[in-house]
């Protein structure tokens, strides 16, 4: 896939690569300052927009920011400076500057923070220690025989029918279509108040919820009816691929001091919060990116003798066992290589572009 080499391409490609859809109800990601249309070759990357940010942004010409934390989280009613946020945002518009950001959204897939956290620390077989249900969709079409294989086309182009390692997957039975136009209608075939019976086929596929709208556009687009005849519904698959967390194994084990400094140096920390070692070796190690303590209860379903994430709360600690230890490593030390992995991303798709990390330090968490 090719993307332009502007704001809209930069968003397009962060939606190809952890998609809007997958983004939790109360986060807001996507592009959230700027024109699709500006052009950008020098592109940003940092864990949070803060005024100092897009100043970096503004002093070394950079016509992008990307973010894995949103700017704009609630709804702002007024821009007048009134804090750090509302500040980066005008001086962003100010200076043209696009702002975007990838967060929940790039929690949940697979290339994204947990997993790469797993792989920082030296986890083998990796999985999503979390995967999610009702992430497809059944698609059913009804359609005139001679715009099958249009509307086949279209459909497979915008991401209906991929099934794991399979695409094009769909199902065709051949039926009679009826149908009267009423007075103001405008039928392709038939006449005002008779009914038509049309040979029709009735198409479904699978469609990844995230795929929804591009799909029933280009169904739209395709098929030769002023009305379609299709509706949607969920489907109890689950994808894999798709889910927060991650967990993997240290195949040798680790003693609990091991362990420790295998944590403390992969992440560059000097201490983290933790409850009281496991028994035995550590093998099994479930993360979270973030503030990731809601998963502490599948994470010991996993297997898992250590869960690493942060912002966990003093009576959390009180749900770890000999079991399984629970950890915190810091908010933006849990996401840091996010930045490098944002980099490579999109280095790796837009080769023209400059793509640095931010220099300004935006984590407000100091320890002494
Ligand atoms: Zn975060």
Known sequence: MEYTATVGGLADFLNDWAPIGLAESYDNVGLLVGRREWPVERVLVALDITEAVVEEAVQYGFQAVVAHHPVIFN??????GQSDSVRAVERAIQSRIALLAAHTNLDAVAD?????LAHKLGLEDIR???????????LTVFVPGEALEAVREAVFAAGAGKVGNYDRC?????????????ERANPVVGSIG??????????EFLVPTTRRLAVEQALFEAHPYEVVAHFWHEH???????????????????????????VKSSLGLSSMRHSAPPEGLVTCVAVCGGSGSDLFEVAQRSGAQLFITSDVKYHRYFDADSRCALVDVGHAESEQHTVELMIARISEKFRNFAVLGAETRTNPVTTS
């Open 75 to 80: 709804g702002l009613k007024k821009l007048v």
């Open 112 to 116: 994204g923070v947990s997993v790469h």
């Open 128 to 138: 999503i220690l979390d995967p999610r249900a009702h992430q497809l969709l059944n």
């Open 170 to 182: 769909g199902f065709t039975t051949h039926g009679v279509g009826t149908f009267r136009p009423l």
């Open 194 to 203: 008779k009914e038509e019976k049309v040979d029709e086929v009735r198409i």
């Open 236 to 262: 109890q698959g689950l994808l894999e691929d798709v889910g927060f967390g991650a967990v993997g194994y240290w195949p040798e084990g680790k003693t609990w001091n091991e362990a420790v400094q295998t």
